[in-house]
């Protein structure tokens, strides 16, 4: 079966960008969507379609994909940006999530 | 605004039975596939199923297929998730979820709408 991997923790400085990679057999073939999740609340579609983003996120979230990695930017983080991270794609008809990880702003 | 509302979750005993709901509203619902995706205490999101906007296309993960059966009723804007032989492991906050854009199931659509999540207990 298909498998989605990402690293459990990422910390950035206030203001700083971060980076947070999911990795896959030929992701790059696949639409890779992430989704954001607060303490306490539902998942959030940030990014979908590897690069495109829903109304009301802001610019300074960004995707990528090519080859195995997929990768999510936050450029100038904020503390309001610490959640959990998930990239998601679909396999066979099937949806897999990876892991999921965590973003810390210290 | 588009609503989806879960209930029915709560405490069940190993091997016993339950049914979740979820109430759509906000959109055409008849137009839409949705997704269960649950979420243990603490750990990562899993998906559950997938059902077509038509209800022609059902897919399961192999963690639940021949134990939990999805259906929904578009007349009644609701979606369902009938639980049977429960297991510990099967404890977590189930959500119900859109596909993204209208239609059939699609590889190119993410999840776009998520309910606020029941907690199903399996605890003897």
């Known amino acids: 079966s298909y498998e989605l991997t990402q690293s459990f923790s990422v910390s950035v400085s206030p203001g700083q960008t971060a980076s947070i990679t999911c990795s896959g057999d030929?992701?790059?073939?696949?639409?890779v969507f992430w989704y954001q999740q607060k303490p306490g609340q539902s998942p959030v579609l940030v990014i979908y379609?590897?690069?495109k983003r829903p109304s009301g996120i802001p610019e300074r979230i960004s995707g990528s994909n090519s080859g195995n990695t997929a990768t999510l930017t936050i450029s100038e983080t904020q503390a309001m940006d610490e959640a959990d991270y998930y990239c998601?794609?679909?396999?066979?008809?099937?949806?897999?999530f990876g892991g999921g990880t965590k973003l810390t702003v210290l | 605004e588009v609503q989806l509302v879960e209930s029915g979750g709560g405490l069940v005993t190993p091997g016993g039975s339950l049914r979740l709901s979820c109430a759509a509203s906000?959109?055409?619902?008849?137009?839409?596939?949705m997704n269960w995706v649950r979420q243990a205490p603490g750990k990562g999101l899993e998906w559950v199923s997938s059902?077509?906007?038509?209800?022609?296309?059902?897919h399961y993960a192999d963690s639940v297929k021949g134990r939990f059966t999805i259906s929904r009723d578009n007349a009644k804007n609701s979606l369902f998730l009938q639980m049977n032989s429960l297991r510990a492991e099967d404890t977590a906050v189930y959500y119900c979820?859109?596909?993204?854009?209208?239609?059939?199931?699609?590889?190119?659509?993410?999840?776009?709408?998520w309910g606020q999540g029941t907690l199903v207990t399996v605890s003897s």
């Open positions: 059902i077509s906007n038509g209800a022609n296309y059902i």
């Open positions: 979820a859109r596909v993204s854009t209208p239609g059939g199931l699609s590889a190119a659509a993410g999840i776009d709408y």
């Open positions: 998601q794609a679909w396999d066979s008809s099937t949806v897999i």
């Open positions: 379609q590897d690069r």
């Open positions: 906000g959109f055409t619902f008849s137009s839409y596939s």
């Open positions: 030929k992701l790059g073939d696949r639409y």
